[in-house]
């Protein structure tokens, strides 16, 4: 059984260009959340949706960061005119449906690192 | 909003011995309180969690205690040893609301042999 998968897992893109990361969640997951990371920081929620539906972007910048969920394929963070402050660690979380018990368990994926020039 | 709060910032032990790292939370509504495990250049890997509804919990080594009313809760590692070494993280989340984890800022653990 994989576990969450990302890609890339490094990134590296000039100012101004667009990063776009991909998060593959767990079997059976429909639960999938983006974090931040900073050097010698904690993570930072960013967003949290469900299959077409984002539930909660209050941790998400208003300009330039947008992120998705499609009803196939992966969930995909994208960045638009990256800007150095923008380089960071971004992970991808999963978790099941809700069931009675599980609570709010998250797995996370490798992270991909963005390296902005 | 959550703030949760997490010291030592690091710790260093020698093998065998015991280490403690504590958390503070801000929002009583929380009931969620996993702890993660960071190695250099990897993912956070879940170690342990605990609901509000108990108050204490124990896997092999490591066993997370919560204190409800003083809003802090804490991850005890008995016998570390070297692979023990990671950063650590203490997260608070409400289960049904956003679920979104707020996490602490970690806390650099080094086990000497």
């Known amino acids: 059984n994989a576990g969450v998968m990302q890609n890339p897992r490094h990134l590296v893109r000039r100012r101004g260009q667009e990063a776009r990361l991909r998060c593959s969640p767990m079997k059976g997951h429909s639960h999938v959340y983006w974090y931040r990371q900073l050097p010698e920081e904690g993570l930072k929620f960013m967003v949290y949706l469900q299959k077409e539906n984002i539930i909660d972007e209050s941790g998400m910048p208003k300009e330039r960061f947008s992120a998705e969920f499609p009803k196939e394929g992966p969930s995909i963070l994208r960045i638009q005119q990256v800007v150095r402050g923008d380089s960071a660690a971004y992970f991808c979380?999963?978790?099941?449906?809700?069931?009675?018990?599980?609570?709010?368990?998250?797995?996370f994926g490798p992270g991909t690192r963005l390296t902005v020039l | 909003g959550e703030n949760v709060e997490q010291h030592p910032s690091t710790l260093s032990v020698q093998e065998g011995d015991s280490a403690v790292i504590k958390c503070t939370y801000s929002?009583?509504?929380?009931?969620?309180f996993p702890w993660y495990k960071q190695e250099l250049g990897k993912g956070p890997q879940l170690i342990i969690d605990?609901?509000?509804?108990?108050g204490e919990k124990k896997d092999q080594r490591i066993a997370v205690t919560l204190n409800k009313t003083a809003k802090h809760f804490s991850l005890h590692i008995t016998e570390t040893q070297p692979e023990d070494s990671a950063v650590y993280f203490c997260?608070?989340?409400?289960?049904?609301?956003?679920?979104?984890?707020?996490f602490g800022k970690g806390t650099k653990l080094t086990v000497n042999p």
């Open positions: 605990i609901r509000s509804n108990v």
């Open positions: 929002d009583s509504a929380s009931n969620y």
């Open positions: 979380a999963s978790s099941p449906p809700g069931v009675a018990g599980t609570g709010n368990e998250q797995f």
């Open positions: 997260a608070a989340s409400m289960e049904g609301g956003s679920e979104k984890l707020v």
